[in-house]
């Protein structure tokens, strides 16, 4: 048994009439295909079922939602637009803290099973390649709590979690991230897991209406930014560059704006509220926007060297070597496995 929480909309008016849910998934899909006929079909529904769903819709907003016009097929109104972007904006700003939440409770529900699995508890910054890892964890159950990078370094060395998972740019220093690591990652007491590389750019429109394509762009007058939260890895590495480029953060319009996952970002972007962010290529072709590269980094795992031996950081690093897990990561816009799985010294981050 594996448990799955996700965030639902509810819409309900002064009637107690409720629009129906497969409302917003349709939307979606007339939105990806521009047409009811198939994405009706991609929904399971019936084409007069969902003709009917429309309609029901436009009552309950006394607005359409769908623009249907022969020959031209079906396309998204103002209004139509701003509930998908809004439900996309919602449930990529709150998966972290659902999936969370899933895995605590999966592990409470494990606990309470005789032939209980070796549970490994981690701490780690969001990432895509860091979310498919519960579909490859038969044999264990992973317990995530996502923290920026150091609070995760900092919570395995007092012994609040077995793993913690960080990221390091490749070819940059960050002098602070640098004196923090070091501090954190004593090589007597921790061993590192080699894990991803991920590129890390610019996130913008599809057209690129406004022809961005190098970080200096960002202090164009007018351009709206949206920013990763304070005290981020990413955040953080978006900070240096600018230091090395002596671009000023005052500079920047809509700077201190910020979102809490490189999927928010991106999906803040999908609805118009912001024209340039700052995060993971993946998230931008996840929501069909525009990306020009930066920057690679690494992402890797911390652990124990007391605990190496024991079952659930064995289990871990049979997640990591296995094809099919590895094979899946390759699969993600902008990542590539980097000896996924195989083990190395805090030196070696430093060297």
């Known amino acids: 048994m594996h448990i799955n929480i996700l965030p639902k909309w509810s819409f309900e008016d002064n009637n107690g009439n409720r629009l129906h849910p497969m409302v917003l998934p349709l939307l979606e899909h007339i939105n990806r295909r521009g047409r009811l006929t198939t994405a009706a ?8 079922h969902a003709w009917n ?10 607005s359409p939602l769908v623009l249907m016009e022969k020959g031209r097929g079906a396309q998204l109104t103002a209004l139509g637009q701003k509930l998908l972007w809004s439900n996309q904006r919602i449930e990529a700003r709150l998966h972290p803290e659902m999936e969370s939440l899933a895995t605590e409770l999966n592990v409470e529900l494990q606990s309470t099973m005789v032939d209980a699995t070796p549970i490994v508890k981690i701490y780690a910054s969001h990432g895509y390649a860091v979310a498919l890892m519960t579909r ?34 490749i070819g940059m220093e ?32 599809a ?29 953080e590495l978006l900070e240096q560059i600018l230091a090395n480029k002596k671009i000023n953060t005052t500079e920047i319009s809509g700077y201190e704006n910020q979102e809490f996952t490189h999927s928010a970002i991106a999906a803040h972007i999908a609805s118009n509220m912001a024209d340039v ?36 950081i064995q289990a871990f ?12 990561i390759d699969q993600l816009p902008g990542y590539e496995c980097d000896h996924c799985g195989a083990i190395t010294t805090p030196n070696w981050l430093f060297n």
């Open 174 to 205: 960050i002098p602070s991230q640098k004196a923090s690591y070091q501090k954190l990652l004593d090589p007597k007491r921790f061993g590192i897991i080699r894990f991803v590389r991920r590129q890390q750019g610019l996130i913008f429109q």
């Open 277 to 312: 962010g700052f995060g993971v290529e993946a998230a931008a072709r996840r929501f069909e926007l525009g990306f020009a590269p930066i920057i690679k980094e690494y992402y890797l795992w911390a652990y124990a060297l007391e605990n190496e031996k024991d079952d659930d």
């Open 207 to 235: 057209d690129n209406p406004h022809k961005l394509a190098c970080i200096e762009d960002l202090r164009r007058e007018g351009l709206r930014f949206i920013n990763r939260q304070y005290k981020s890895g990413t955040r």
């Open 136 to 169: 490859h964890t038969e044999k264990y159950q992973v317990e995530i709590q996502y923290h920026a990078p150091q609070h995760a370094l900092i919570a395995l060395n007092e012994g609040r979690c077995r793993i913690a998972g960080f990221h390091l740019p």
């Open 53 to 62: 769903l429309l309609n029901e819709s436009t009552t309950f907003f006394n």
């Open 317 to 328: 690093l049979s997640t990591l070597r296995d094809e099919g897990f590895q094979k899946e």
């Open 41 to 48: 079909q991609e929904c399971g529904l019936s084409y007069r």
